[in-house]
Each structure stands twice: as structure tokens, then as C-alpha cells.
């Protein structure tokens, strides 16, 4: 189970303090994309491997747009310096944090992550920063109100990290057993323990957004926000509904199995056949 847990991120606001250590600084720059990349002078190895992603990432960005604003990335030696930078404890599943302009990503090689591995992190991180950039300014940016299943929805969508998470049908499994939780409202508290299914419930519903109003809608939401917007207001501006009205469809499509489709033949549970169950 935590093979499909290590590459996730809270891609949440806060107070990130500085990494003494990472002395060695170099640029990565794209056509659409800049970087400056901050590693401890031997971690050359973690540096080229973070490099190569950077570069590669780009590709898959330019769905939504470009980085409007370099990125500085710093790679930080180990998990608990990681967690000492962004001020969280505990949260043993955590590999990186982004800001408007900064990520800091732990090192791959203390996690022994593949270059996939990075590769799908990298993706991942960048989104929020791209999603921070496209919807705010480096002053406002943590003022709009994007809730945790939109920020880590679009993240893993984007960097295609489904078969890390719960299928739907194992979410609706988990939501008839846990009737009380409020996945959607509740979601910054429940991810520490409950992250997988949590973040599958983000993936699982911007795929479902997404079939709804298409990626130009997404774009909209940014630029809406970038003007003045608040999430809310956005939302339901590019989407026709508000968020709690489509927080509800997703839950009910969740619940009643609607991904199974229509028509679709469901093996009855099995009943004793006796002499008043026979059909007649």
C-alpha cells in the first residue's frame, strides 16, 4: 500500500524556512520554464536526476499554461530536514512542498525513488506552483480559497498518478464504512492518515470535473481568480454550478456506483435455493 503513497505532496500554504546546507545553486531554463536549482555541493547525482525531471515536466504543464514565475527548487538531504523546512511532523508519506515560486523536494535517493518516481513528483509539485502563478500574484496567491481536492486533483491529473490511488469502486467501499467522514470539508485533517484515499477522492473528482467542462474550463477558473476572483466565485463562473452543489454530485456518483454505467450487469449476491426461493 505505500508503494502509491510516497509521491505525495499537501501542495499546501505555509512558512518554508531555508536550507543552510544547499550552497550549490545552478539554473534549469525552457522555452516556457526557468529554475534555479539549490543542492548540497556532493549531491550531484540527486541534482541531475531533479534536473532531467524539470525539463521534462514542462510538457505536460503547458495543458494549463506556463510558469509565469521562475521556480526555485531545493533539494533537501533527508525526510526530516524536509519535514523541519515546512514545518510538519509526522506526515512520513511526504516527498515534497509547493509554493508560488519554491519546491523543495526530498531527495531521491534517500527514498530510492525511480526516475518515474521523480518524474511524476516533479509533474505534481510544479502544477501547484503553476496553479498558485495562473490564479494570483506572489502577495495573493494563498488568499483564494482552493481547496485541497481541486489543488491535488489537478496535480495528480495532470502528472497521471492514477493507478497510485483507490479505484472508485474502492472509494465508495470506504465511504459506506466510514459514513461520518466529511471528505471533502474535512480534507486537510483526514489526509495525514487517511491520505490515499483522500487524494484518490481529488484525482477521482477532477477526472470527473474534467468530463464535465473540459480543461478550457480550468483555465477560465485561473484567470478568473488572477482578476480578482475567489475559488468560489470562479467555480461556479466557469463551471455553471458551485463547488458544494458539484462536492455533492461527485459524492453521489461515489455513492450510488455511477461509474459502473449504465446497463451494466451486476452479479447478484448469492441466496439458498429452497422451496420458497425457487421462482415459480
Known amino acids: ?6 509521491l505525495l505532496s499537501l501542495g499546501a500554504v505555509g512558512c518554508v ?21 539549490k543542492t548540497e555541493p556532493t549531491a550531484t547525482e540527486d541534482e541531475a536526476r531533479v534536473r532531467g525531471a524539470l525539463e521534462r515536466s514542462v510538457a505536460k504543464l503547458e495543458r ?5 514565475v ?9 525526510h526530516l530536514e524536509l519535514e523541519r523546512a515546512v514545518g510538519r511532523r509526522g506526515y512520513d508519506w511526504l516527498r515534497a512542498w509547493a509554493r508560488y515560486d519554491d519546491l523543495i523536494v526530498q531527495s531521491p535517493g534517500s527514498w530510492a525513488g525511480t526516475d518515474r518516481d521523480v518524474d511524476e513528483l516533479i509533474v505534481h509539485e510544479l502544477t501547484h ?3 498558485f502563478q495562473r ?5 495573493n496567491w494563498d488568499t483564494k480559497q482552493i481547496p485541497l481536492w481541486f489543488r491535488e486533483g489537478m496535480a495528480t491529473v ?8 483507490p479505484s472508485l469502486e474502492d472509494l465508495a467501499d470506504w465511504l459506506e464504512r466510514n459514513p461520518e467522514l466529511d471528505v471533502f470539508g474535512d480534507a486537510e485533517q483526514l489526509s495525514k492518515e487517511a491520505y ?3 487524494y484518490g477522492t481529488s484525482f477521482h473528482a477532477m477526472r470527473f470535473l474534467l468530463k464535465r467542462v473540459g480543461d478550457k474550463a480550468i483555465v477560465d477558473m485561473m484567470a478568473a481568480m488572477q482578476k480578482g476572483d475567489d475559488f468560489e466565485g470562479a467555480f461556479t463562473r466557469a463551471s455553471g454550478t458551485t463547488p458544494k452543489r458539484f462536492e455533492a454530485d461527485f459524492l453521489n456518483y461515489l455513492r450510488f456506483r455511477g461509474f459502473r454505467g449504465f446497463g451494466l450487469k451486476v452479479r447478484p449476491r448469492l441466496r439458498p435455493v429452497g422451496p420458497d426461493t425457487r421462482p415459480p
Open 1 to 6: 500500500m505505500k508503494g502509491w503513497l510516497l
Open 17 to 37: 524556512t531555508p536550507l543552510s546546507s544547499l550552497t550549490r545553486v545552478s539554473t534549469v531554463a525552457t522555452a516556457t520554464a526557468r529554475f534555479e536549482l
Open 64 to 68: 494549463w499554461g506556463n510558469l509565469a
Open 70 to 78: 521562475a521556480v526555485t527548487v531545493r533539494i533537501a538531504p533527508t
Open 129 to 131: 506552483c503553476l496553479l
Open 135 to 139: 490564479s494570483g500574484t506572489s502577495r
Open 158 to 165: 495532470t502528472a497521471d498518478q492514477g493507478l497510485r490511488f
Open 196 to 198: 490515499g484515499q483522500i
